[in-house]
């Protein structure tokens, strides 16, 4: 995990991390298509998630994932089956559907809103995303979400992943915690 020397100490600490899943959410989805423009104005290809402040070229292959406050990302194919659509059915328009509760158990920590940070993430396009940035609401603070694997039969966070940041005003709204 590739994160801001001001929040390094969250991987030196397990026990700091909780464990969740997945909560089902609307969302809208649509076929990635490298000369649309999306919500960047002249830039054909590339999203704009105004919640990490960052900037995503979009795969050809993949699709184009709109959440429940207007931040947009794109996803690849296999991510697909997260959403409760037939990939078939999609098109290059936006169209609602929810987010399907998988099994994945997810460790996440949140990072106090006064605390600006950065996490580097590799989803085939590196980005850099901004955590507890100015001007956007983050409630307590946003989430770093990462991972998690088994070790003696208990789950424990990958910092192999690289992780992603969740806007901690609704990070409830699409995360619950684990119940094992």
Not at 81 to 96: C, G, L, Q, S, W
């Amino acid at each position: 995990m590739n994160i801001s020397d001001n929040i390094r100490w969250i991987t030196s600490d397990f026990t700091l991390w909780k464990f969740y899943t997945n909560r089902s959410y609307r969302a809208k989805i649509q076929c990635a298509d490298l000369k649309r423009i999306y919500n960047v104005p002249g830039k054909a290809g590339v999203v704009y998630n105004c919640l990490e402040d960052s900037f995503e070229k979009v795969g050809e292959n993949g699709y184009v994932v709109t959440g429940i406050l207007g931040e947009m990302w794109p996803i690849g194919e296999k991510a697909v089956k997260k959403y409760n659509v037939d990939p078939k059915n999609i098109t290059a328009e936006p169209m609602e559907v929810d987010t399907v509760e998988l099994d994945t158990v997810y460790a996440a920590i949140r990072i106090p809103s006064a605390t600006q940070f950065t996490l580097e993430v590799d989803y085939g396009e590196k980005a850099v995303l901004r955590g507890n940035r100015p001007g956007i609401g983050h409630g307590d603070g946003d989430y770093i979400l990462i991972a998690t694997k088994i070790v003696d039969g208990e789950y424990v966070t990958d910092f192999n992943d690289s992780g992603r940041i969740i806007n901690g005003s609704i990070f409830d709204k699409l995360y619950k915690k684990y119940e094992p």
